[in-house]
């Protein structure tokens, strides 16, 4: 069994910026890839960013593209995404997951553990 648990979000000033932090813990995501996604009310589970397990491919949402960085630290078993820049819309629950495999991947159909979540506000 792997447990995700998301940290980091809070509330920010439009302009401003935040450190998710997704840490791992039970069987590791050693050799996942891992992605970030997000959720506002009434709305679908969208695809943040995406980072292979070896950190050598990512992706990222043309919303988020220059504003948001997905890294990891595979010693810790943390992945992260830095946020800059943050606007109004970035507004929503953030999730980490661990994906099947070890390649990143847009979709969540590709990802089978997920956090419980971590609020992002931001406010203008």
């Known amino acids: 069994q792997v447990q995700l648990v998301e940290s980091g979000g809070g509330l920010v000033q439009a302009g401003g910026s935040l450190r998710l932090s997704c840490a791992a813990s039970?069987?590791?995501?050693?050799?996942?890839?891992m992605g970030w996604f997000r959720q506002t009310p009434g709305k679908e589970r969208e695809f943040v960013a995406s980072?292979?397990?070896?950190?050598?491919?990512?992706r990222s949402a043309d919303s988020v593209q220059g504003r948001f960085t997905i890294s990891n630290d595979n010693a810790k078993n943390t992945v992260y995404l830095q946020m800059n820049s943050l606007r109004p819309e970035d507004t929503a629950v953030y999730y980490c997951?661990?994906?099947?495999?070890?390649?990143?991947?847009?979709?969540?159909?590709?990802?089978?553990?997920w956090g419980r979540g971590t609020q992002v506000t931001v406010s203008s």
């Open positions: 980072l292979s397990w070896s950190g050598g491919s990512a």
């Open positions: 997951a661990r994906n099947t495999s070890s390649y990143d991947s847009t979709s969540r159909g590709n990802y089978d553990y």
């Open positions: 039970g069987r590791t995501f050693s050799s996942y890839a």
